[in-house]
């Protein structure tokens, strides 16, 4: 063995020497870095079709607010002019001339449909998104809560089981009925108990998960139930959450068309109120586009929502980023 040693031409210091020890390089766990919203998006956006709904929704929802405010849209600027009403596209342009705005016609102010249907949209698409914005708000803080303290519990209960028995449509349209119809009266109504549904979602499930050894361990440690259920609970249900807003925000365009619909929308001209004006054009030869263009515009709108906040449920869910 020393003979070997010779004829590497190393000495026994050069060939042996004792390793260094650090205690915290030895627990370092060489894995590569995690990013949960980054793995989100990565799972998304390897479906083609999800980037094709997504540029879709996001074309809609500024065309919807950047068109109403470079156009200046006045549904009364035709009001006098009478050979202007009830136009079809193709005699829209030989009376105005060649624009944008004329390609689905003019309606019975002798405003151009085009404009009135994305003026409409931007009304829809801001209430749509502000009573989401509430409810969900409310509903999942107020629900994760409720299903860690008994106290709220029997209280929460006794309310959901008052209110929940009532239809909502009839509670949305008294509520509509006692109040100025406008875009604000709108939204308090839907928004007034539209929380109470979420938050007894939210709270079914913090009672499965919240016997869970982690939660427990928090107990045991003397961390604040308002903590175990923002830092341990909520983090955990977000693919739960972002699937239930999925469903929330198309349902309250779909609310606002219905009312507006059978007469008790607010007064701004919003997607259903233009329903509801042209609802004698569906049958009058001519004059369709009037009433189609912002029924189609109305569905687009809510089926890209759905379509978009459920693949992105599904792929906030972190089984599904192997």
């Not at 749509?128 to 969900?136: D, Q, S």
Request: aromatic fraction near 14%; include cysteine; charged fraction near 15%.
């Amino acid at each position: 063995m020393e003979n070997n040693y010779k004829k590497l031409g190393l000495s026994e210091a050069e060939l042996f020497a004792f390793a260094d020890h650090n205690d915290l390089e030895s627990e370092k766990i060489t894995a590569p870095r995690y990013s949960y919203w980054k793995s989100v998006f990565r799972v998304f956006f390897r479906k083609k079709v999800n980037v094709v709904i997504l540029c879709l929704l996001v074309f809609m929802i500024a065309f919807a607010y950047i068109y109403p405010a470079v156009t200046h849209y006045d549904p009364f600027a035709n009001l006098l002019d009478p050979d202007s009403k009830h136009l079809s596209p193709v005699a829209a342009i030989q009376y105005f001339g060649f624009d944008l705005k004329w390609i689905l016609g003019a309606g019975a102010s002798g405003e151009p449909t085009f404009d009135a249907i994305w003026n409409g949209s931007k009304i829809s698409i801001s209430l749509a998104f502000l009573c989401a914005a509430i409810n969900m708000t409310i509903g999942v803080c107020l629900g994760a809560v409720w299903g860690f303290s008994k106290k709220i519990d029997a209280i929460m209960m006794f309310i959901y089981n008052v209110v929940g028995n009532v239809p909502v449509i009839l509670i949305i349209s008294v509520m509509a009925m006692l109040f100025a119809p406008t875009f604000w009266t709108m939204v308090f109504a839907l928004t007034v108990i539209g929380w109470i549904g979420i938050a007894y979602f939210i709270r079914t499930q913090v009672v499965i998960i919240r016997e869970r050894e982690y939660n427990l361990a928090s107990r045991c440690l003397g961390t604040s139930t308002v903590k175990i259920a923002m830092k341990n609970i909520l983090p955990f249900m977000t693919s739960v959450i972002v699937t239930l807003l999925a469903t929330e925000l198309p349902s309250y365009i779909s609310y606002e068309v219905f009312l507006s619909y059978i007469g008790m929308g607010m007064s701004e001209q919003s997607l259903g109120r233009m329903i509801y004006a042209a609802e004698s054009a569906m049958v009058t030869p001519g004059w369709e586009l009037e009433f189609w263009s912002p029924v189609a515009i109305s569905a687009i709108i809510t089926v890209v929502l759905y379509v978009v906040g459920q693949n992105l449920g599904d792929a906030s869910d972190p089984r599904t980023h192997m």
